[in-house]
């Protein structure tokens, strides 16, 4: 039936239907609905348009109408309602054209302006019209809030799902889900050990890199999970390394919010933020067989974090020099990540300056390199007691059993390309002669099969006759005796000057790698030491300050001053008590009882009755009551004291120095201040 609203000067334009499906599944499943919308085109005839002017626009099939940017048939319908090309815009329903407001109205718009009809199922629309506005907003209104019903509640069953660890996610390579539901570990037992192998050699290396350079040596390969959820075997990669040790899978964590969407812009596609763990929506831990436990994977987490941008490894430490900075080459900014350089001028500090010469930035930290140089060399010593060589035993015990876990590793390696071989001769055997093209396809197949299977074969060959020809090396009885004799006489060789500098450090660059400094409070350090192997060492390291207020504790420190000091203690025994709980002088590692006086007189706390009354000689002036009565600071006269231009001797008994308390004193310290005269000699005084 003909609309009213139709005329000759729409049916002289075309007529479009637009089709579009949300998702490519429901281009394939909901074909009752897309059988409908192509059966407009008779809709189209019965509206009067001919055959030839009918067009149907779909190629946005399977995408979604929440925003318009990826859709390209939408901005072509766009454009030629623009170019006046079309009489009428036809679609099963509103929710096909736009499910965004914003994307709506200015159809809505261009159709008015350009005389465009829009039809759905239910009529005919004239957009240039008070009424068919009201309708075809309504009908877009109704259309958005569709879709965030529907989504809503979508989310809510799937976050109750969620919530109890049952919704079935994509599991990663070495977890699969049985037919049940029940998530098991991947029956493959070389899947097991390599995964098995990658924590190991992570926890022992502590670095990402690390783990990619061990598997490189030994040849092997890690698995990866396929397209289709089967295993695939692929070279290691550090992004691969990094996707095992992140996933909370592997500790037996179901997990579901770790990433949130983020829209730039208003059409745009969103984009995928990692979340911190803190932040994760739900987390439900011992839903799948661990690889790991969950605090081995807090363990990991926290190294990966701290690994990122520690070190700038473009760099190397250096020729050992004779300057006094120690540790220089070995010093990084916990800060930033770059190396420190040394800068000598007003004693030697270490200092971060690239992000000053690179961006113009300001200094990233300046730290002193003496305490830092030397809680270094305090733990090189400490690296050779016993108690260390221990410790290294140890290591290399674990060492063995590393090496052990990898060479059983290449011969599972080994073990199932032979399979693989196997397989591959017995497909090619069963092909038809005569079929050449699946036949040369099997034996490329074949071939590529052998020549992985004799390179693995030849890399466990040699890693097994490296690991016959390796001596074990132990710390003996006699070695340890002498490891024991350096170190009980190497602190006292250090301070001779038989050992320079320059062979300080390549002494100290024996054991340690690297050394990252961060001043994390005013008044500590943290320092931490790489050593050579990869084990590292945490200190906190207080440094001096310049005054009471840059201490972390200062506050802590004068309360407890107050409080003791009103209770009556001595300075030297409230110091005493401050040292044991921790605190400190800025300029010492304990609190000085002068630290205690100052604090106690700055809030009026006195010991005896003189010091409540300033100090008066009659007849002299002190150098603080002359200073006060001349308008200049204590110190301009005590520099000119020192310095010789006043002449004035100690009084032997009072030990300051007295003034005579007149006008003719007064005159002469006002020409001295004015520059009529440079010297003031001898200054009169008498005896007290």
């Given at each position: 039936?003909?609309?009213?609203?139709?005329?000759?000067?729409?049916?002289?334009?075309?007529?479009?239907?637009?089709?579009?499906?949300?998702?490519?599944?429901?281009?394939?499943?909901?074909?009752?609905?897309?059988?409908?919308?192509?059966?407009?085109?008779?809709?189209?005839?019965?509206?009067?348009?001919?055959?030839?002017?009918?067009?149907?626009?779909?190629?946005?099939?399977?995408?979604?109408?929440?925003?318009?940017?990826?859709?390209?048939?939408?901005?072509?319908?766009?454009?030629?309602?623009?170019?006046?090309?079309?009489?009428?815009?036809?679609?099963?329903?509103?929710?096909?054209?736009?499910?965004?407001?914003?994307?709506?109205?200015?159809?809505?718009?261009?159709?008015?302006?350009?005389?465009?009809?829009?039809?759905?199922?239910?009529?005919?629309?004239?957009?240039?019209?008070?009424?068919?506005?009201?309708?075809?907003?309504?009908?877009?209104?109704?259309?958005?809030?569709?879709?965030?019903?529907?989504?809503?509640?979508?989310?809510?069953?799937?976050?109750?799902?969620?919530?109890?660890?049952?919704?079935?996610?994509?599991?990663?390579?070495?977890?699969?889900?049985?037919?049940?539901?029940?998530?098991?570990?991947?029956?493959?037992?070389?899947?097991?050990?390599?995964?098995?192998?990658?924590?190991?050699?992570?926890?022992?290396?502590?670095?990402?890199?690390?783990?990619?350079?061990?598997?490189?040596?030994?040849?092997?390969?890690?698995?990866?999970?396929?397209?289709?959820?089967?295993?695939?075997?692929?070279?290691?990669?550090?992004?691969?390394?990094?996707?095992?040790?992140?996933?909370?899978?592997?500790?037996?964590?179901?997990?579901?919010?770790?990433?949130?969407?983020?829209?730039?812009?208003?059409?745009?596609?969103?984009?995928?933020?990692?979340?911190?763990?803190?932040?994760?929506?739900?987390?439900?831990?011992?839903?799948?067989?661990?690889?790991?436990?969950?605090?081995?994977?807090?363990?990991?987490?926290?190294?990966?974090?701290?690994?990122?941008?520690?070190?700038?490894?473009?760099?190397?430490?250096?020729?050992?020099?004779?300057?006094?900075?120690?540790?220089?080459?070995?010093?990084?900014?916990?800060?930033?990540?770059?190396?420190?350089?040394?800068?000598?001028?007003?004693?030697?500090?270490?200092?971060?300056?690239?992000?000053?010469?690179?961006?113009?930035?300001?200094?990233?930290?300046?730290?002193?390199?003496?305490?830092?140089?030397?809680?270094?060399?305090?733990?090189?010593?400490?690296?050779?007691?016993?108690?260390?060589?221990?410790?290294?035993?140890?290591?290399?015990?674990?060492?063995?059993?590393?090496?052990?876990?990898?060479?059983?590793?290449?011969?599972?390696?080994?073990?199932?390309?032979?399979?693989?071989?196997?397989?591959?001769?017995?497909?090619?055997?069963?092909?038809?002669?005569?079929n050449r093209l699946v036949a040369a396809e099997l034996e490329r197949r074949w071939e590529e099969t052998l020549r992985d299977l004799r390179q693995a074969e030849a890399a466990l060959a040699d890693a097994a006759q490296d690991e016959g020809r390796v001596i074990p090396f132990g710390v003996g009885p006699d070695l340890q005796a002498a490891f024991a004799e350096v170190g009980r006489y190497l602190p006292d060789l250090?301070?001779?000057?038989?050992?320079?500098?320059?062979?300080?450090?390549?002494?100290?660059?024996?054991?340690?790698?690297?050394?990252?400094?961060?001043?994390?409070?005013?008044?500590?350090?943290?320092?931490?030491?790489?050593?050579?192997?990869?084990?590292?060492?945490?200190?906190?390291?207080?440094?001096?300050?310049?005054?009471?207020?840059?201490?972390?504790?200062?506050?802590?420190?004068?309360?407890?001053?107050?409080?003791?000091?009103?209770?009556?203690?001595?300075?030297?025994?409230?110091?005493?008590?401050?040292?044991?709980?921790?605190?400190?002088?800025?300029?010492?590692?304990?609190?000085?009882p002068s630290t205690v006086q100052a604090i106690r007189l700055r809030h009026g706390i006195l010991r005896e009755r003189r010091q409540s009354h300033p100090r008066r000689i009659p007849g002299f002036l002190t150098v603080s009551q002359l200073a006060a009565q001349l308008g200049v600071t204590p110190h301009w006269i005590y520099d000119r004291i020192y310095n010789g231009t006043i002449v004035i001797e100690l009084d032997?008994?009072?030990?300051?120095?007295?003034?005579?308390?007149?006008?003719?004193?007064?005159?002469?310290?006002?020409?001295?201040?004015?520059?009529?005269?440079?010297?003031?000699?001898?200054?009169?005084?008498?005896?007290?």
């Amino acid at each position: 039936m003909r609309s009213e609203l139709i005329t000759d000067r729409h049916l002289a334009r075309r007529a479009v239907i637009y089709i579009r499906q949300s998702s490519p599944h429901q281009v394939l499943t909901n074909q009752e609905s897309l059988r409908l919308q192509y059966d407009l085109r008779q809709r189209a005839l019965g509206l009067g348009w001919r055959e030839d002017d009918v067009e149907i626009i779909d190629v946005d099939l399977g995408l979604s109408g929440a925003a318009a940017v990826h859709r390209e048939g939408f901005k072509d319908l766009i454009a030629r309602v623009t170019l006046g090309q079309i009489g009428i815009v036809l679609s099963s329903e509103v929710t096909r054209l736009t499910r965004n407001c914003s994307d709506w109205y200015p159809l809505l718009d261009l159709c008015g302006y350009r005389d465009c009809l829009i039809a759905d199922r239910d009529g005919v629309y004239d957009p240039s019209t008070a009424n068919g506005r009201l309708l075809l907003g309504l009908k877009g209104t109704l259309s958005e809030v569709e879709l965030h019903t529907i989504r809503a509640r979508l989310t809510a069953g799937l976050l109750n799902k969620a919530a109890r660890g049952e919704l079935a996610l994509i599991l990663p390579v070495g977890l699969v889900r049985e037919t049940g539901g029940v998530v098991v570990k991947n029956p493959d037992r070389e899947v097991q050990a390599r995964l098995d192998l990658i924590f190991a050699t992570f926890l022992r290396g502590r670095s990402a890199s690390k783990v990619l350079r061990a598997f490189n040596e030994r040849g092997l390969s890690i698995p990866r999970r396929g397209r289709f959820g089967d295993t695939l075997w692929r070279p290691p990669t550090v992004a691969a390394i990094l996707q095992v040790l992140k996933n909370p899978a592997y500790a037996g964590a179901f997990v579901y919010g770790r990433t949130r969407s983020i829209r730039t812009a208003p059409s745009g596609r969103a984009s995928q933020k990692r979340l911190p763990r803190e932040q994760w929506r739900i987390v439900v831990k011992d839903q799948y067989p661990a690889y790991i436990s969950w605090a081995t994977f807090e363990k990991i987490e926290a190294m990966l974090r701290d690994n990122y941008a520690e070190y700038d490894r473009n760099k190397t430490r250096g020729v050992p020099r004779e300057g006094a900075a120690l540790l220089h080459g070995m010093v990084y900014c916990g800060a930033c990540g770059h190396k420190m350089v040394v800068q000598y001028k007003g004693g030697a500090r270490y200092m971060c300056n690239y992000l000053r010469q690179q961006h113009g930035v300001p200094v990233c930290q300046v730290i002193p390199a003496a305490p830092v140089d030397a809680e270094a060399v305090a733990a090189f010593f400490k690296a050779l007691t016993p108690a260390e060589l221990d410790a290294y035993t140890q290591a290399v015990s674990l060492r063995r059993e590393a090496d052990a876990a990898a060479l059983k590793a290449q011969a599972q390696q080994v073990e199932r390309l032979r399979y693989r071989a196997a397989l591959a001769e017995r497909q090619f055997d069963q092909v038809d002669p005569d079929n050449r093209l699946v036949a040369a396809e099997l034996e490329r197949r074949w071939e590529e099969t052998l020549r992985d299977l004799r390179q693995a074969e030849a890399a466990l060959a040699d890693a097994a006759q490296d690991e016959g020809r390796v001596i074990p090396f132990g710390v003996g009885p006699d070695l340890q005796a002498a490891f024991a004799e350096v170190g009980r006489y190497l602190p006292d060789l250090w301070s001779q000057p038989a050992l320079t500098t320059a062979r300080k450090k390549a002494l100290l660059r024996c054991l340690i790698d690297k050394v990252v400094i961060h001043r994390a409070v005013r008044d500590t350090i943290a320092l931490r030491i790489v050593w050579r192997g990869g084990a590292t060492s945490e200190i906190a390291l207080p440094i001096t300050v310049g005054s009471l207020a840059e201490l972390s504790r200062s506050g802590e420190m004068e309360a407890a001053i107050i409080e003791r000091a009103r209770a009556g203690e001595s300075d030297a025994a409230i110091a005493a008590a401050l040292t044991v709980a921790g605190h400190r002088s800025p300029l010492r590692q304990t609190v000085l009882p002068s630290t205690v006086q100052a604090i106690r007189l700055r809030h009026g706390i006195l010991r005896e009755r003189r010091q409540s009354h300033p100090r008066r000689i009659p007849g002299f002036l002190t150098v603080s009551q002359l200073a006060a009565q001349l308008g200049v600071t204590p110190h301009w006269i005590y520099d000119r004291i020192y310095n010789g231009t006043i002449v004035i001797e100690l009084d032997a008994k009072t030990g300051l120095y007295l003034f005579p308390d007149g006008l003719t004193t007064l005159r002469a310290f006002q020409k001295l201040k004015a520059g009529k005269v440079d010297r003031l000699s001898p200054v009169p005084r008498l005896a007290c």
